[in-house]
């Protein structure tokens, strides 16, 4: 038996259990298919050094900043000068 992706089995078991009923035993022996969890991936902090000092200029920045900050490339993007406060060295 070949295996299907998550997606793929439960529109078909939901389907399944809609034509033939859930409490009819024809499905009762079918498990529904489990999500596997996916594990964010994470650079170490000698990673990001190595990879940040190989960029140069603007990208070097937003790069930068959103490491240093959590921004998404969205937020970074629509940056302006007085979103930040120089004083203070923080993004508002």
């Given at each position: 038996?070949?295996?299907?992706?998550?997606?793929?089995c439960t529109?078909?078991y939901?389907?399944?259990?809609?034509?033939f009923?859930?409490?009819?035993?024809?499905?009762?022996?079918?498990?529904?298919?489990?999500?596997?969890?996916?594990?964010?991936?994470?650079?170490?902090?000698?990673?990001?050094?190595?990879?940040?000092?190989?960029?140069?200029?603007v990208p070097?920045?937003?790069?930068s900043?959103?490491y240093?900050?959590g921004?998404?490339?969205?937020?970074?993007?629509?940056?302006?000068v007085?979103?930040?406060?120089f004083?203070?060295?923080?993004?508002?």
């Open positions: 038996m070949r295996r299907l992706r998550t997606r793929r529109p078909c939901s389907s399944i259990g809609m034509c009923g859930r409490n009819v035993g024809l499905v009762a022996d079918v498990t529904p298919a489990k999500r596997g969890r996916r594990l964010p991936t994470v650079l170490s902090f000698s990673e990001v050094r190595s990879i940040l000092t190989r960029m140069r200029g070097r920045l937003c790069a900043l959103m240093g900050s921004l998404r490339l969205s937020e970074c993007a629509q940056l302006r007085k979103d930040i406060d004083e203070r060295a923080e993004v508002v």
